[in-house]
């Protein structure tokens, strides 16, 4: 089960390289706020931010000289503000269709997935120092990447997403080997009956994590998870 922050139209493409769209198969986007069934293609989990919400954190994001956000309504859909460095930048690379707007408060949706807020790491670092510091807030926040600091629903999360699919194929999470090496890793790592923190993953990651590879992530870490906890090689 692929689990990531991207969106589903991102990740697609490693879904079908990995074969993994045959029954019972799944995989998690926007940091587990969505879970596709890959073979039917069937949603079994979906969890989005209201639009107020979401509306309340663009603005104050403006108050962030340097920071471009960038706005998820659905799964193939990307909201922009026209011309901003940093999220041209990214939507090249996210597989997602763009529509640039000069004020997001003209959307007509309810809600919406998640939105980026894109930018300098030293910026966002700032940013996530703001929004730690507010108690109860009604969403959640997590780096996806050094440039890349994300909000979304409360209730979502990776480990909650695997949780989902274990209870749809009568599973333990006992059961369970999770992979990761970033911030959003961190919920399924701890959840899992087996949390594997790659060798290039972060001192936060990998002190919730059972055991820490040798090998980092682009240089077959996956590949020695499997040939030491599956395969008993």
Known sequence: M???GRSY????KYVEQLELTEKNNFAASFNGCLVHNTNSGEIVHNLKLPAPTALEIIEHLKTFDGVDPVMYRDIYDIVAYTKRTWADMYIKTCGATPTYLDDFSTITEDSIYKIIALGDNAILKGVEKYYDSIPNKPFATSF???YLFEFFNPNANKGVAVQKVCDLLGLN??????????DNDISMIKAAGLGVAMQNAGDNVKAHADY??????????????IEKFILNR
Request: charged content about 20%; glycine content about 8%.
């Open 212 to 225: 820490i590879t040798e090998l980092d992530c682009p240089n077959f870490g996956v590949k020695e998870v």
């Open 144 to 146: 996806t990447g050094v």
């Open 173 to 182: 999470m006992s059961e369970v080997i999770a992979v990761g090496d970033s």
């Open 9 to 12: 139209a991102s990740i697609r």
């Open 2 to 4: 692929l689990c990531s």
